[in-house]
């Protein structure tokens, strides 16, 4: 098969597509004919060399979510048969025309998607989900800031946080994007200016007098001490980037008040196990709205797999609104309908 | 009735004994003569004008807990009668002869207690029990690290780790204290100079390679980044207090990393529903080894109510080990046995 492959650590070119043997799926795992897959930010911290593959998961092939279809390995029990539709996250190894992956995280492609607009649901749905519903256990009626708005998971936290009964108010910086965002109707009850010197009291009009109940941190270091101070007593910040850097100062009284938790997460290093029970919990709670196109995927472009270092720069220029999706030559197509085994 | 009144913000001494009328016991409130109440640092901040009594407390009495016997009030469904033995957390009010608490707020106060002992149990074991059990949900087999060792919360949480089937390294700066704190047989697994170069070394060969599961931190800013760096995957982290400052440095890539959890907590101004849910649950998992003498309170000293300047010194010196209880005139006693109605 074709990959994408880390050549070495360094800039997108190091990215190459290469010739290599195809996936062995192991016991449990599914081989799968990838359709599409999709760029997320940690594989630019790996391209890098800053964050290396977890175990079990290919060293240099990145890709941490794929669409496409089944084409055999530990069917019994999985319910799934060969040609069906799939999608899910991975621990790495999406850049590439085959994976194998475990049966669990594993989940239908609803019939009105498009590969590409399947391969953008993992990473971010699963991301927010976890982060907002299973984390921050967001309730009906709770308020939930959302920092990068534009960003692929806060294109899908929104819209979580609607389907969960929950009001979301997003923070960005760019204007032109603010406006795109606007536009496309995701549940924003507010979407306000990241870099605006009055943020704070924008942000507590917003809210209104209680604060935000839940914080889905995308950005870090640049979204303190505001996602402390804006929030509710008995509040829930989620930090889930650090795309502006890590380090933050915090005030551990200001926490106690609030009787706040802030929880760090990641998918990724997740246990095969774990990452089933969330998929399956996504499956339960949010799949039929992604089906009936109350959840949809937000993406910026389609690009060949073999444009993966064109892919990769276009995220490191921050200027994408939602997700980059690689495609698989061949296997293209706005909406291909069910395979055929 | 006698109490205890912060005459204005300042030194212990602003504290005096006065003359002031008998609480009325609202609505689901029990009228309680109190024996014996205990020192919080809580109370030290709030005699100093830093920490004003949350609403619907007593303005001007501190004491967040009591140990005394019921008067009436409230006694209907309420399973205590006149003349019952009970102990609890308050919101203020607790350095007097008399207060009134909602029923739901009360324990009974186990046979082999004296009135000192029971005043020194519900902040320091409700607290351990709140933030090791039900927040950080310790788990048998697990590893807490508790800093300030020798503190009231620091020894009632060992013993509470113990009874939850869990293990505890303990933190403590001064090396006599060290020695006591070891001779009480609290549970201690471990107990380590709080100040020594090498702590960091020292807890990781005493938590093991996975590191603690659950920090229970009492001191801010000192334990930092220790806590966060001795901590195993999806630890957990409870902020009780900041008595070496508040404000830390956070690297929220190692919190996202670990998965961890950083919660702050307080007790006082909690709504009298949450304080009875947290009673209720004490008395059904933890009063039951108090009452066998498997938990028990640690006493530095037992003072008159009258002098509660002296006592709010003693504290302000951190050489106290475990609690200074304050004993109201004429009640007092080494066990004074079941009170009559």
Redesign the interface.
């Known amino acids: 098969m074709k990959a994408i492959v880390i050549t070495r650590p360094g800039p997108p070119d190091v990215l190459a597509l290469r010739e290599l043997p195809d996936p062995v799926p192991g016991p449990g795992e599914l081989l799968v004919a990838v359709h599409a897959t999709a760029v997320n930010r940690a594989d630019l911290l790996q391209r890098r060399g800053l964050y290396p593959a977890p175990p079990g998961s290919p060293a240099e092939i990145p890709g941490l979510e794929f669409a496409g279809e089944v084409l055999g390995g530990a069917l019994a029990g999985s319910g799934f048969s060969p040609g069906d539709r799939v999608m899910g996250i991975l621990g790495g190894g999406g850049y590439a025309e085959r994976l194998a992956v475990p049966a669990g995280q594993c989940l239908p492609v609803p019939e009105r998607l498009s590969w590409a607009e399947a391969a953008a649901v993992p990473e971010t749905f699963l991301t927010a989900f976890d982060a907002l519903v299973l984390q921050a256990g967001l309730a009906p009626g709770e308020t939930a800031l959302i920092t990068a708005a534009g960003s692929g998971v806060g294109t899908a936290a929104a819209q979580v946080a609607r389907e969960a009964g929950a009001r979301a108010i997003g923070t960005l910086r760019t204007a032109a994007k603010r406006e795109r965002v606007a536009t496309l109707d995701l549940g924003f009850a507010a979407l306000l200016d990241a870099g605006a010197p009055d943020l704070a009291a924008q942000l507590a009009a917003a809210a209104g007098p209680r604060g935000v109940d839940v914080v889905l941190d995308l950005v870090?270091?640049a979204s303190w001490p505001l996602a402390l101070d804006a929030l509710a007593p008995r509040g829930r910040i989620v930090?889930?980037g650090?795309m502006s850097g890590?380090?933050?100062?915090?005030?551990?009284?200001?926490?106690?008040?609030?009787?706040?938790?802030?929880?760090?997460?990641?998918l990724r290093?997740?246990p095969a196990a774990e990452k089933a029970s969330l998929t399956r919990a996504f499956a339960g709670r949010m799949l039929p709205a992604l089906a009936a196109g109350r959840l949809r995927a937000v993406v910026d472009r389609v690009l060949p797999l073999a444009e993966a270092a064109a892919a990769h720069a276009l995220l490191e220029g921050n200027d994408t609104l939602g997700k980059v999706v690689l495609e698989v030559a061949g296997r293209e197509g706005p909406r291909p309908g069910p395979a055929t085994g």
Chains 1, 2 share one sequence.
């Open positions: 870090g270091a930090a889930v650090t890590a380090r933050i100062e915090l005030d551990l009284g200001a926490l106690m008040r609030r009787r706040a938790t802030l929880v760090g997460t990641v290093s997740r």
